[in-house]
């Protein structure tokens, strides 16, 4: 039932849509930043990373995304942004794409230095408990949290291993606060956070990813090894922060996709990265 009735008021839009909609609609913004992340700790760190590494990753956090935007699809229609809707309406695509999807990360995975591959394997319990809080028992999760969390272990998960050094724990831990801010500037466009600290960060938005962008900064200046990891949250902070003079002439679906296109900054660094060490 729920799905019947979300489909109709997506009916003849998504031709209409920017490929920036599209490729959030698709669940392909956190996928593409995972592996933009991992492949530029990795360089940043002087980790030699497999190429299956980001790929698996990337697939990974994809049917993730996909498969609980499908959850979130049965909801009340009332409660559902337009991601959901789209995911309902095009829910078979989803599930056999999901269907091939699964066997080749299970095959990437195999490739992978063994430490990577227990320490990714392991995220998976946490998300498993996630989405049975969220789908089976119908709780109130701070996803946002979550987010930060997970993205941070499994990004920075190779350079830990690696090397337990303090420049790539600040890293990691700086890139969570990235990734939590980014979850807080979805919410302050769509209203819906989920825990009392999200909703005081969506209120104080601006001066948050200041003082982020800031500390960020301190730590390029003094801390070489992580210059450019640092660099990179520096420009995604203010790019994030940039977003709010946009948001009464955008809509939440592009202000969604934009939030998280604002995390690809290392995309500009990359050609800097040897120069900045």
Known sequence: MATTAIVAPSTGRHSRRA??????LLSLDAPTVAAVWA???????HVVLPWTAPLALALAVWIFYAAD???DSQHEA??????HRFHAQHALGFFVAIGFALPTVLVLLVELPHAVRIAWLLLVIP????AAAVHWLKLRVPKEWMVGLFFATA???PCLLHEDKVAEWLCAAAFGILCWLNCVRIARAESAATDPATAWAVEHFRSITLAFALANAAIALFLPPARGVALALVAAALLLRGLDRLEPRVSAVRMRALADAALLTPLLLW???RYLA
Do not use: C, M, N
Request: charge should be negative; avoid cysteine; hydrophobic fraction near 60%.
């Open 19 to 24: 490929p920036l909609e599209i490729w959030h």
């Open 39 to 45: 492949v530029f700790f990795a360089a940043s760190f």
């Open 69 to 71: 935007r499908l959850g």
């Open 78 to 83: 009332s409660s559902l942004e337009d991601r």
């Open 127 to 130: 998300l498993i408990a996630y």
């Open 155 to 157: 990004i920075a998960a």
């Open 271 to 273: 050609p800097l990265l």
